[in-house]
């Protein structure tokens, strides 16, 4: 599986952004996906994640109200919503895919084997 992360850039507190992962090298609608964000010097951490058919949805607290993950399975991409931005959500964000044959949400990045390069977003204050 093949991922490529695209949409960040730099913006003011209270903007939006739009982060896209486009998949390929699998069926993407057997992919449950997530993403996960981090900064210089932390661990990677869990932002969000998305059934294989995009039923079931599940945040982080921190982003829980604010973001939106949502997928678009005939255009094998899967996408980041990100409203009322905060400083503190400044970091690299990661797409993240594994295999899946359930409704089941993973949160965790030991349970996903496939990693995007990345995308930066920086808040300013």
């Known amino acids: 599986v093949q991922l490529q992360a695209s949409g960040g850039g730099l913006v003011q507190a209270g903007d939006s952004l739009r982060l896209s992962c486009a998949a390929s090298g699998r069926t993407f609608s057997l992919l449950a996906m997530g993403w996960f964000r981090q900064t210089p010097g932390k661990e990677r951490e869990f932002v969000a994640a998305?059934?294989?058919?995009?039923?079931?949805?599940y945040y982080a607290d921190s982003v829980k109200g604010r973001f939106a993950i949502s997928r678009d399975n005939a255009k094998n991409t899967v996408f980041l919503q990100m409203n009322s931005l905060k400083p503190e959500d400044t970091a690299l964000y990661y797409c993240?895919?594994?295999?899946?044959?359930?409704?089941?949400?993973?949160?965790?990045?030991?349970?996903?084997?496939?990693w995007g390069q990345g995308t930066q977003v920086t808040v300013s204050s």
């Open positions: 993240a895919a594994r295999l899946s044959y359930s409704a089941m949400l993973y949160s965790t990045q030991d349970e996903y084997p496939h």
């Open positions: 998305i059934s294989r058919t995009g039923s079931s949805t």
